[in-house]
């Protein structure tokens, strides 16, 4: 079949889906290689090659810039995303790649105070910048400003692969929904809630933001106990995670909803904007599969950092995902997308 026959749509707003995926992607990786140990699959955060009997897990992302963020805090987000797909692994990044392909209306002071912004972050994981490519350029337009590759190099022994998942694992999850979505929405469009919801809702839904990450939850569960695998729950939210993660492992995975964190400002931003808070893109919440002589030290691991988390449910012999004895299919789109364009709408029209 040739491509102009295929079928398949791309999502218009989003990641692909696995049937896209599938179709016109995993056909066509270049070269069969011995020392890929993990190549691309749908939903799962990074790949590994095998350098010398050790570990080297990379992955690649957007570099994801929004100015009404603030510089600074855009660019905090920014790095974060580009080390968290790593992160899962287990293993601390330790190198990055960048390629800032800038609109021309960038100032100087404002890619100084980005690039600032990441070397302090960097230095602070103890992450270098190997190599990278900077440049102003028409038709590049914010947030999407580039991209960038993250690596972290191992042992084996240390690697959580994200197909790991066992019958009988337990199910930790952190932070709970909805995080990103609702850091994101409410520091946007501040100015649209005000007066339409109480301001301490507001107040605690704008303090998601620097819940945004998943390094740190990734790294101290992964020091703390035998974590079999973990994802990070970015679009299509815990409902699409668990399902990734279920599918990348042929397992099922069984929890009860009520028993997952779910963070102050929540539900009532995402009641505002009305989007479903579990399939609501959450970057920053860690779904890790733990073998259960390890769930304790996990959770207290995380507790010492302050990182909400709890024990949800566990690993099963079936396939796909299970919610309060319901069989939940992976959501398939993520409404983040679809609410950020219609209130950019609502608040260019005021």
């Not at 790949?47 to 805090?73: H, K, N, Q």
């Not at 209306?105 to 990278?132: L, M």
Request: one cysteine or more; hydrophobic letters at 40%; aromatic letters at 8%.
């Amino acid at each position: 079949m040739t491509w102009a026959g295929k079928r398949r749509d791309m999502p218009e707003l989003g990641k692909i889906d696995r049937e896209f995926f599938d179709e016109y992607v995993y056909p066509h990786l270049g070269a069969d290689r011995e020392d890929v140990t993990l190549g691309p699959q749908h939903g799962v955060d990074f790949g590994v090659v095998d350098v010398g009997d050790e570990a080297v897990a990379m992955a690649t992302d957007p570099i994801f810039i929004m100015p009404s963020l603030g510089f600074e805090r855009a660019a905090w987000f920014a790095i974060h995303i580009l080390m968290s797909d790593v992160a899962v692994s287990g293993i601390p990044p330790s190198h990055l790649s960048v390629d800032f392909n800038l609109p021309p209306e960038i100032t100087n002071e404002e890619f100084e105070t980005v690039w600032e912004t990441f070397d302090r972050e960097a230095e602070k994981y103890g992450v270098s910048v190997v190599t990278g490519h900077t440049g102003r350029y028409e038709g590049c337009n914010y947030p999407m400003v580039g991209g960038g590759t993250a690596v972290s190099v191992g042992e084996f022994d240390d690697l959580v692969r994200p197909d790991g998942a066992r019958p009988g694992d337990r199910v930790v999850i952190t932070k709970g929904p909805a995080i990103e979505a609702t850091g994101l929405l409410s520091i946007q469009f501040e100015s649209l809630m005000r007066g339409e919801m109480p301001d301490e809702d507001i107040d605690a839904a704008m303090d998601r933001f620097y819940d945004m990450s998943p390094v740190d939850d990734a790294l101290t569960a992964a020091a703390a106990g035998p974590v079999t695998a973990m994802h990070d729950a970015t679009e299509c939210g815990i409902y699409g995670g668990l399902y990734e993660m279920a599918r990348a492992a042929d397992v099922g995975i069984e929890i009860e909803r009520d028993a997952v964190p779910v963070q102050p400002g929540v539900v009532e931003a995402c009641d505002f904007f009305g989007i479903d808070p579990w399939i609501s893109i959450s970057e920053g919440t860690v779904l890790a599969a733990v073998d259960p002589s390890g769930v304790d030290d996990v959770l207290d691991a995380l507790a010492s950092e302050d990182i909400p988390a709890a024990d949800v449910g566990e690993i099963t012999e079936g396939t796909g995902l299970v919610v309060d004895g319901e069989p939940t299919d992976h959501p398939g789109a993520d409404p983040f997308w679809v609410a950020m364009a219609e209130y950019m709408e609502r608040l260019q029209a005021e």
